[in-house]
Structures are given as structure tokens and as C-alpha cells.
């Protein structure tokens, strides 16, 4: 790949950008998602007409904000804005690695809107949520900070291995403690459906870190890792959001009542 590093060290975003146009399997992987997060956008703002209680609402409201904030995310590196090349430590597989760092930052913004979505649905308590979703914000800046360290790959890893301990923190709540709950809310048959779908997606997100041109790079090219995130946001957002707006649409009188309504056929 061309080096973007000019002779003063300073990446400059035009020139990056003009990377990705040349590289089509990476900047596929960027447009499609722009092009699915409109749609949703604009499917879920229709899907919303229907849902007027105001917990159903605040699910719909926040389920919006994600593929707002994807388009957003994506724009960011498309622009170049958000992406760049680094030289990496001494023991790293490649000498040069373009980073989307981008990615990791807006997922500070869109993974607490899926938690409180799932939060919400589970009708969990303030401080659990708070604790839940202040571990998933730790996840993805030490994400970010190991993508971003170049001091050495020991230090890489060592960011990596924390934000994991953060994503344990997350896991516990969606496989142990937040399904308990939703039972109580009467929200378990749909809970248990999206913590499946999270829980496996979500587990994606570290593997293809560690495999792709970040961490071992035993994928070495930065179009492939890219589509490997694409794929993976396609199908923890928007698919995600979709289903859970259309069960909530169908379902009100249960999110309002905490559980004592007789539950609507879906
Ligand atoms: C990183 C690398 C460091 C270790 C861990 C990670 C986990 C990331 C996850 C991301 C989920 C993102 C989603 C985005 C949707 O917009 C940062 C890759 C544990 C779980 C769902």
C-alpha cells in the first residue's frame, strides 16, 4: 500500500481519502453502510409513528440514534477525517497499519444506545445501567487507545486485555443479571432474542481486532478487517434495532405495564 506518512510525520485526511478511493474493497465496505444506515434511519422514523407510551418512545428515540450515529461514523472515515496510518512498534507483523480509529470513538456513542435499549426493554435500574454502560464506554476507548499506542506492542495488548475486562463487565449484565429482570418485566421472550444476537456480534468485534492488520494481522489487508466491522455493525445495529422496534410497536402495552398486561400475539 502507498504510505500516506508525509516527510514531517503529519497525515494529511485528503490524502487519505484519496487511499480509500482507490481502494474499492475498503471504501465498499464504508458506502454500504452509509447506504443501509439511511434506510434504517428512515424505516425506523416510520416505524415510529405507530408507538406513543413513553417508555416505547424512549426505546424508539434511542434506537433511532443508531444508525444516525453510524452515518456519521462512516462519513468520518470516508472523509478521512477519522482514519490514518501508523508506524507500529517493533513486533508488530506489519511496519505500517491504517487505523479507523474513528470506529472505536463512535462506538463510545452508539453501543450505550443499544444498552439502553436492551436496559430499558428489561426495565433495569438506573444505577445497573450506569454501571453497564460506563463499563462499555472504558471498552471502547481503551479499544481505541489499543489501536491508537505505538510505544510498544506490549502496551498494545495491555489496553487490549483491559478493555476486554470492561466487556466481561457487559457480558455478566446481559447473560446474568439483566435476563432476570427481563423476566420480571414480562420481556424475556424478545430480551432473550436480542441478548443472543448482541452477545454472539458483540464477540466478533475482539476476534477480528486480533486477527485483523491491528493485532496479529493474520488478515492483512485493511479492505477485508474493514468488511468484517461493516458486517458485523450491519447486523448489531440496524437488524438489531429493527427487530426490536417492531416487537415494541407490537407490543406497548407490555413495555408500559412492567408486566402485568397479557402479552400480544407477535
Ligand atoms: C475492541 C478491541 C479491544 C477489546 C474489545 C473490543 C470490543 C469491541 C466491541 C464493539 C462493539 C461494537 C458495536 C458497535 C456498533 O455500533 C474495542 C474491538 C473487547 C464489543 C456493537
Known sequence: MQTLLTDSGVTYPLQVAEVIEGDSLLASSLW?????????????AYMGQSVH??????????ALFIPLVSISSYLGLLSGLTIGTLQMPAGHPLDEVVSQWGRYLTWAFSTPLILAALG??????????????????????????????????ELR????????????????????????????AGTDDIFGTL????????????IVWAIGVEGLALIESVGTTSWLYSGLDVLAKYVFAFLLLRWVANNESIVESGGSAAPADD
Do not use: H
Open 157 to 184: 495488548w495491555a489496553f487490549y486485555a483491559v478493555s476486554c475486562a470492561f466487556f466481561a463487565v457487559v457480558l455478566y449484565a446481559l447473560l446474568v443479571t439483566w435476563p432476570q429482570k427481563a423476566k420480571a
Open 53 to 62: 407510551g413513553e417508555r416505547s418512545r424512549m426505546i424508539w428515540v434511542v
Open 32 to 44: 454500504v453502510n452509509v447506504a443501509l444506515a439511511g434506510v434504517a434511519a428512515l424505516l425506523f
Open 120 to 153: 430499558w426493554l428489561a426495565r433495569v435500574d438506573k444505577a445497573d445501567m450506569l454501571a453497564v454502560i460506563g463499563a462499555d464506554i472504558g471498552m471502547c476507548l481503551t479499544g481505541l487507545a489499543a489501536a491508537q499506542t505505538t510505544a510498544s506492542i
Open 195 to 206: 441478548r443472543l444476537l448482541t452477545v454472539v456480534l458483540w464477540l466478533g468485534y475482539p
